[in-house]
């Protein structure tokens, strides 16, 4: 007899449907029942061990192993990961976020694709409205994360269009600036300023590796155009009015401080193209000092300039002068940019603009931001003190002046004194600025003067010499140490003293080609007064040349001894009495002092070289017999007579060689 029970009803007493919902019902049951049996186990584990791989051990365990296999709840993405404070803690991406960012990555890049004169404007008003709908300029959020913002999404994209490895054509360059000038004036100067300051960065960084990149010069790649583009982007911003000619000059100084190499000549070239006329009308003084620095460059430069560099030289002379016509200035690109700076100064008409005076930024300022902060934005921190930065600019501003001035008055005493010329005006303010007379020779040296020029050191020494109120041995040094170098100025010497001869009335001195030329107008050599100082300073000036070997008594031999003028006799009676002097010191002796020594061995080797010109030996004895006969003092007596009897005995002897 069969036993009935609820679980197992006998064949055919239910349908087939019904016997499938019936085991549902059980599967669901006994899944139910397993449920709240495995939370039992987990609940209860005093005594029961961990469940392994469906297998349960036994429950006689010792106590030690039952507290060593205690189960720990880990959670799957904290079990084994240290504590992280909150304020560290990465938030999970935010979809919308992302969604966001991309569609306003793709509006741009699509409005900046379709950049051109023509819907420019259509183009500004789809970036404003942008403008409303995301965030307008960078922000930090807790997370330390940057949320992509308007202003440097359009700075990121258009930097990164112009930073282009090939040269682009100047109205693409043109209509990007255009487009910043524009969102200047109307967004801010928030905009204006990251702009400027990634593109500088970005500038600063192109160069220097183009720089590292010149020096190894190792790879042989062709250097990209990076630097080029971002530089007349650069240009086009201040040709704009978004930046100020500060910032343009500091460029400019910053490549002239490194050497005139080809890339620093290409860039020049750029700037001055651009907005070379623009820049004299806002800073004639900076460019002349610009001007001035380039020459200098190019004088030091040994080897010879290339046509790029000396076309350079020429478009900043031309330029300083004013010789340089506005149209010649542009290229391509000029009827662009006068298009759209009429197109910027009609933008107001249509739109709210923001106060848009070019941002007067230094370069300086612009690369020492993160330690100083930014000033010219309201409201940003910045670390200067303007106080001691102003004092600190007065001191140097104060010491530019002095040095400034000292060399314009050293220029206007060298036209003062006849010195006519640029070679003539170095030579001055060298000699007046110089230390001692070893500086003088030095920087002398350093003028790279030719062998015609440097005749006229020779001369300036003269005239110096003979404008001083009282002598001054300082020439005469300059000189001697001159003359040691080089027997190009002995000769200049001689014609120097010969001129000098002329000038106080001696007719027959110079030649015949000068007699020839002068015949018959003696009357004009007595024209120049020559002060009886001069005369004093310079007959010092030669007896200490004469003295010292740098010339010798031959220079004399054109002089009639026997029909000398009044002031020429004057002035050979000084130049004797030093001759006897310095030929006995190491030194030179100031007034009229005498010396103790009586030396006469090198008071012979000075007159003994006379004696080879016959016709200068007998017109020296008679000139000095007289001299002797005149004076008083016992040590012009001395030297009088051994210069004589030096001077027979060399007549007496040289006729007979």
């Not at 720990?72 to 938030?91: A, D």
């Not at 949320?147 to 100047?170: G, K, P, Q, R, Y």
């Not at 001055?272 to 200098?296: C, E, M, T, W, Y």
């Not at 040691?484 to 080609?513: M, N, P």
Request: a negative charge.
């Amino acid at each position: 007899m069969l036993c009935k029970h609820p679980e197992y009803p006998p064949h055919g007493s239910r349908s087939s449907s019904e016997s499938v919902s019936i085991e549902s019902d059980q599967d669901n049951d006994k899944e139910d029942f397993d449920d709240s049996r495995t939370t039992e186990l987990e609940e209860w584990n005093g005594f029961q061990d961990t469940v392994l791989d469906g297998a349960v051990h036994n429950a006689e365990l010792k106590p030690e192993s039952r507290l060593d296999s205690r189960p720990t709840r880990v959670k799957p993405s904290m079990g084994t990961s240290r504590y992280i404070p909150p304020h560290l803690r990465e938030e999970p991406s935010d979809p919308s976020k992302t969604e966001n960012d991309a569609k306003l990555t793709r509006q741009l890049k699509g409005f900046l694709n379709k950049l051109s004169e023509q819907n420019i404007a259509t183009i500004l008003s789809n970036i404003e409205a942008l403008y409303r709908e995301h965030r307008r300029h960078g922000e930090l959020n807790h997370s330390t994360h940057f949320e992509l913002d308007v202003t440097s999404a359009i700075t990121s994209f258009v930097i990164e269009s112009i930073s282009a490895h090939s040269t682009l054509l100047d109205s693409y360059v043109i209509l990007h600036a255009t487009l910043v000038s524009s969102l200047y004036r109307i967004i801010g100067v928030e905009f204006a300023a990251h702009f400027l300051q990634n593109a500088v960065s970005s500038y600063t960084a192109q160069y220097s590796t183009l720089n590292s990149a010149t020096a190894d010069d190792a790879t042989g790649e062709t250097p990209g155009k990076e630097c080029s583009n971002l530089i007349i982007l650069l240009s086009e911003l201040y040709n704009f009015q978004v930046i100020s000619c500060v910032l343009i000059y500091d460029i400019i100084r910053d490549l002239l401080s490194a050497e005139l190499t080809e890339l620093v000549v290409e860039l020049l070239l750029k700037l001055l193209r651009n907005s070379g006329q623009q820049l004299r009308h806002d800073d004639p003084s900076a460019l002349k000092d610009i001007v001035q620095i380039v020459q200098n460059k190019a004088l030091d430069v040994e080897k010879p300039a290339n046509s790029r560099t000396r076309f350079m030289l020429e478009t900043l002379a031309n330029l300083k002068n004013n010789k340089i016509k506005r149209a010649a200035m542009y290229q391509a690109g000029g009827d662009t940019v006068e298009r759209l700076k009429k197109f910027l100064a009609g933008l107001g008409k249509i739109r709210h603009l923001m106060p848009h005076e070019p941002l007067r930024i230094g370069l300086d300022d612009l690369l020492s931001t993160e330690t100083r902060g930014k000033w010219w934005l309201v409201g940003a921190a910045w670390t200067g003190d303007p106080l001691v930065e102003r004092q600190e600019s007065l001191k140097r501003k104060s010491t530019t002046q002095d040095d400034d001035t000292v060399e314009n008055a050293l220029l206007k005493l060298a036209k003062k004194q006849g010195m006519n010329t640029d070679i003539r005006r170095s030579i001055f303010v060298v000699l007046m600025s110089s230390d001692d007379y070893v500086d003088a020779c030095e920087r002398l040296a350093q003028l790279n003067l030719t062998e015609v020029q440097q005749r006229e050191v020779v001369r300036v020494l003269v005239s110096c010499c003979g404008n001083e109120k009282s002598y001054n041995p300082y020439y005469a040094f300059v000189c001697q140490h001159l003359c040691q170098t080089s027997h190009s100025y002995k000769i200049t010497l001689q014609y120097c003293l010969w001129d000098f001869l002329r000038d106080l009335g001696e007719a027959s001195v110079g030649g015949a080609e000068v007699l020839k030329h002068l015949k018959g107008n003696d009357d004009d050599l007595n024209s120049k007064i020559i002060s009886a100082t001069k005369m004093h300073n310079v007959a010092n000036a030669y007896a200490w040349w004469v003295a010292k070997d740098c010339v010798t008594l031959s220079v004399f031999k054109p002089v009639d001894f026997t029909v000398l003028k009044p002031r020429t006799r004057e002035f050979l009676s000084n130049f004797f009495r030093k001759l006897f002097v310095n030929s006995q010191v190491s030194a030179p002796v100031l007034g009229n002092d005498m010396p103790a020594t009586r030396n006469k061995s090198s008071l012979e080797a000075v007159f003994i070289k006379a004696t080879r010109i016959q016709v200068l030996a007998m017109g020296l004895v008679y000139f000095l017999t007289e001299m002797k006969k005149r004076s008083e003092e016992e040590f012009i007596q001395w030297a009088s007579s051994v210069a004589i009897d030096t001077l027979r005995t060399g007549l007496d002897i040289i006729p007979t060689l």
